[in-house]
């Protein structure tokens, strides 16, 4: 039997731009972490088709979402839902001590809001989206996924940050039936770790 930690309220679980309600996106994921005994919510805000929009969308959902948060509920972001992670984080007043983000498209330096104890993020070199992304004209999307958190060098590492070369490059790779078992078993492995340690 497996057994979730006590400090999870649940999983709020953000997807990615272009990708909305998809059966190939979160909804995968939340299926096996529901398996592992989480509680999983997974807010839809639709698919965004310009990139222009990402960033206004991106901040309604994580205003509209922050107020819907509680206690001890861990953030889980893929791609452009870490950076709505990122948002909903400034905005959470302290309820959200945990985050995930997985292949975010977030600039490497991008540190999560002042109540958040301990930010995962999961990356691989290899992730060509990501890479890409940080091109895409009137978007403010970063590379993170690809590099992992990198410090600015004014500030100094950011010691909540805590980088993991995960996957096998593939920007959406948690949703495919080589990994989706090996990512849930790493989230579960992650918030168990943080509740012992």
Partial sequence: MTFRSPKVSRIVLLHGWGVGGSRLGVRVLA????????????????????????RRTSRRVALNWSGRVRRGDVLVGHSNGGRIAWEMSHYTNGRVKQMILINPALQPDMVPGAGVDKCYVLYHPDDLVV?????????DWG????????????????????NLKFGDGQHSAFATPEWRT????????LLTATRSG
């Fill in 182 to 189: 090996e990512y849930a078993d790493l989230i579960h492995h």
């Fill in 131 to 139: 890479k890409a992304a940080r091109y895409v004209p009137w978007s």
């Fill in 31 to 54: 299926r096996e972490l529901k398996a592992l005994g989480y509680e999983v919510v997974t807010p839809s805000y639709g698919r965004v088709w310009l990139p222009i929009q990402t």
């Fill in 143 to 162: 590379q993170m996924g690809a590099t992992g958190y990198k410090p600015s060098t004014d500030w100094g590492a950011d010691k909540r940050m805590v």
